[in-house]
């Protein structure tokens, strides 16, 4: 988690297990309604990767490890539920901390300050991937 004057380093999401590769393919943009978010996760039992998706309209996305970073749990207690009822900001639901989409950085609740760590994504033909490092230099 980086302090609140330096934004998170995009590529930390790489060092947890079951992370999946850069250039991941994760679904069809369309799968995510404008203003919402969907979880994607890899492998199972205890150390699942656990990432969510918001879309903010057109081909805008953005990319997050499902991880508060005041309490170290998912940020969704239900299915599917990331952002706070006018879907302005991504919110955990434990504890109803907020963080600026765009960003990812905490701006109220117990997270105040503090951000999100990001996992890259883009979309190819309609299709949302998870980006390798030339991809986002180029972006």
Same mark, same amino acid.
């Given at each position: 988690?980086?302090?609140a004057?330096?934004?998170?380093d995009? &590529?930390l &999401?790489? =060092?947890?297990p079951?992370?999946p590769m850069p250039?991941?393919?994760?679904?069809?943009l369309?799968?995510i309604?404008?203003?919402?978010a969907?979880e994607?996760v890899f492998?199972? /039992? =205890? =150390?699942?990767f656990s990432?969510?998706v918001?879309r903010?309209?057109g081909d805008r996305?953005?990319?997050?490890?499902?991880?508060?970073?005041?309490y170290?749990?998912p940020l969704n207690?239900?299915k599917g539920?990331?952002?706070?009822d006018d879907?302005?900001r991504?919110?955990c =639901?434990?504890h109803?901390?907020?963080?600026?989409?765009e960003?990812?950085?905490?701006?109220?609740g117990a997270?105040e300050?503090? &951000?999100?760590?990001?996992?890259?994504?883009l979309?190819?033909? /309609?299709i949302?991937?998870?980006?390798?490092?030339?991809e &986002?230099?180029?972006?």
């Amino acid at each position: 988690m980086a302090d609140a004057l330096s934004k998170p380093d995009p &590529w930390l &999401w790489r =060092t947890r297990p079951r992370a999946p590769m850069p250039g991941a393919e994760l679904g069809p943009l369309d799968e995510i309604a404008v203003g919402s978010a969907k979880e994607y996760v890899f492998g199972r /039992g =205890t =150390t699942v990767f656990s990432m969510f998706v918001v879309r903010q309209g057109g081909d805008r996305v953005y990319g997050y490890l499902n991880l508060c970073p005041h309490y170290s749990q998912p940020l969704n207690y239900r299915k599917g539920m990331f952002m706070n009822d006018d879907g302005s900001r991504i919110r955990c =639901t434990m504890h109803f901390a907020e963080f600026r989409v765009e960003d990812g950085y905490g701006v109220s609740g117990a997270a105040e300050r503090c &951000w999100l760590d990001p996992v890259p994504v883009l979309v190819k033909d /309609g299709i949302l991937h998870i980006a390798t490092p030339e991809e &986002w230099e180029a972006k």
